[in-house]
């Protein structure tokens, strides 16, 4: 007799919070500690990071199949990071008005359409952030406009090079990798061209 498994898809929140205690709150994130009764009844203590802006990400792509990446030294990783432009977006501002503000910031560039490709939770065992991941065509150069914080280098690259990079582990930050695997897919596809 085979095996035989059994799903079941909990709707309800499985834990219940006794307490919450706000550990650390500024302008972009904030930290709580709850005491909890795991969903076995065990006591115990969770804690959740909470955003204060969506995570946004534009990947852009001309005709050529060319795409921006954006080096940058990542301050809690302690390492150097090749990524798609991306940054924070505030909750009450459309997703796509801060892809456009972040790609324009990062890279100058500007783009006349914009396709919403993919949504994902960052980390979502210990945060509730938010990513919102968007496909930018139709280029053109302007200049760019990094933020003080920001010491950028940014290069243009072939999109198969950047998914070599993807594979060899060469890029790393989540959002970056589900963007490129997303636009990979959509090129095997047939939804998506150069």
Same mark, same amino acid.
């Given at each position: 007799?085979?095996?035989?498994?059994?799903?079941?898809?909990?709707?309800?929140?499985?834990?219940?919070?006794?307490?919450?205690?706000?550990?650390?709150?500024?302008?972009?994130?904030?930290?709580?500690?709850?005491?909890?009764?795991?969903?076995s009844g065990g006591k115990g203590i969770y804690?959740?990071?909470?955003?204060?802006?969506?995570?946004?990400?534009?990947?852009?792509?001309?005709?050529?199949?060319?795409?921006?990446?954006?080096g940058q030294y990542r301050f809690p990783l302690?390492?150097?990071?090749?990524?798609? #432009? !991306?940054?924070?977006?505030? +909750?009450? &501002?459309?997703? @796509?008005?801060?892809?456009?503000?972040?790609?324009?910031? %990062?890279? $100058?560039?500007?783009?006349?359409?914009?396709?919403?490709?993919?949504?994902?939770?960052?980390?979502?065992?210990?945060?509730?952030?938010?990513?919102?991941?968007?496909?930018?065509?139709?280029?053109?150069?302007?200049?760019?406009? #990094? !933020?003080?914080?920001?010491? +950028?280098? &940014?290069?243009? @690259?072939?999109?198969?090079?950047?998914?070599?990079?993807? %594979?060899? $582990?060469?890029?790393?930050?989540?959002?970056?990798?589900?963007?490129?695997?997303?636009?990979?897919?959509?090129?095997?596809?047939?939804?998506?061209?150069?």
């Amino acid at each position: 007799m085979g095996r035989f498994f059994y799903f079941c898809w909990i709707m309800e929140n499985p834990w219940t919070i006794l307490a919450e205690r706000v550990i650390y709150d500024n302008k972009w994130i904030g930290l709580t500690e709850y005491d909890v009764l795991n969903p076995s009844g065990g006591k115990g203590i969770y804690g959740k990071v909470r955003f204060k802006n969506f995570a946004i990400g534009a990947l852009p792509l001309d005709e050529e199949g060319y795409t921006w990446l954006v080096g940058q030294y990542r301050f809690p990783l302690n390492q150097y990071s090749w990524e798609i #432009p !991306e940054g924070g977006g505030e +909750l009450g &501002v459309a997703p @796509v008005d801060s892809a456009k503000r972040e790609l324009l910031e %990062e890279t $100058g560039l500007v783009a006349s359409e914009w396709t919403h490709i993919l949504d994902m939770h960052l980390s979502n065992s210990v945060t509730d952030e938010k990513a919102i991941i968007f496909l930018a065509r139709g280029l053109e150069q302007r200049e760019a406009q #990094p !933020e003080e914080t920001e010491q +950028l280098v &940014v290069k243009r @690259v072939h999109f198969d090079e950047v998914y070599k990079m993807v %594979e060899r $582990g060469e890029i790393t930050d989540s959002m970056s990798v589900g963007a490129i695997l997303k636009v990979k897919l959509m090129l095997l596809q047939g939804t998506l061209k150069f």
